[in-house]
T-cell receptor, first 116, second 114 residues
């Protein structure tokens, strides 16, 4: 069964450093999302992406964040200058063009980002 | 804005039935979803209700009442592996059209005991 993959599974970085989190969405999906989950808290929407551009973003997604689809398979989230409060699990998700009856989003296993 | 309320924790006995409630407030509404998340894992889709009523998928059922802004997830014949967090989520049409992001509740941690 196709699945969303993410790398790395765990990233440790120092405050102020740039990080790039990588995702490979399901191949025939056209909508992509990034969510984050601070430990013990709810999943929060960051940004959605369609047709090579951002379609929605939340207030969390400030100028320190950017997304890119550099090729036909990868979808990346960049944090330019990490802060301690960026420590969280970051989930990539994708959904097909025709969302179908259930509007299901398929989540990757996540990247745990630890900022020290 | 949108807000979803669900209990923080529920404990139930193996083999029993448990109901996890969710109430929501949104400026627009386009369906209620349920996701399961095991510790350290990714959210996985369980069910979706756009219309009032009960949707059944095996041991899991989900109910929606749009007039009450309320839904619930019903888990039957509980198994130890059902111990996880369960999140309700809405697609809020007021956020955008098209590929609407999900807005999640804070999650209910279900513990199944022997």
């Amino acid at each position: 069964e196709p699945e969303v993959t993410q790398t790395p599974s765990h990233q440790v970085t120092q405050m102020g450093q740039e990080v790039i989190l990588r995702c490979v969405p399901i191949s025939n999906h056209l909508y992509f999302y990034w969510y984050r989950q601070i430990l013990g808290q709810k999943v929060e929407f960051l940004v959605s992406f369609y047709n090579n551009e951002i379609s929605e973003k939340s207030e969390i997604f400030d100028d320190q964040f950017s997304v890119e689809r550099p090729d036909g398979s990868n979808f990346t989230l960049k944090i330019r200058s990490t802060k301690l409060e960026d420590s969280a699990m970051y989930f990539c998700a994708s959904s097909p063009l025709q969302a179908g009856e259930n509007y299901e989003q398929y989540f990757g296993p996540g990247t745990r980002l630890t900022v020290t | 804005g949108q807000s979803l309320e669900q209990p923080s924790e529920v404990t139930a006995v193996e083999g029993a039935i448990v109901q996890i409630n969710c109430t929501y407030q949104t400026s627009g509404f386009y369906g209620l979803s349920w996701y399961q998340q095991h510790d350290g894992g990714a959210p996985t889709f369980l069910s979706y209700n756009a219309l009032d009523g009960l949707e059944e998928t095996g041991r899991f059922s989900s109910f929606l009442s749009r007039s009450d802004s309320y839904g619930y997830l019903l888990l039957q014949e509980l198994q130890m592996k059902d111990s996880a967090s369960y999140f309700c989520a809405v697609r809020d049409r007021s956020i955008s059209s098209g590929n609407t992001p999900l807005v999640f509740g804070k999650g209910t941690r279900l513990s199944v005991i022997a």
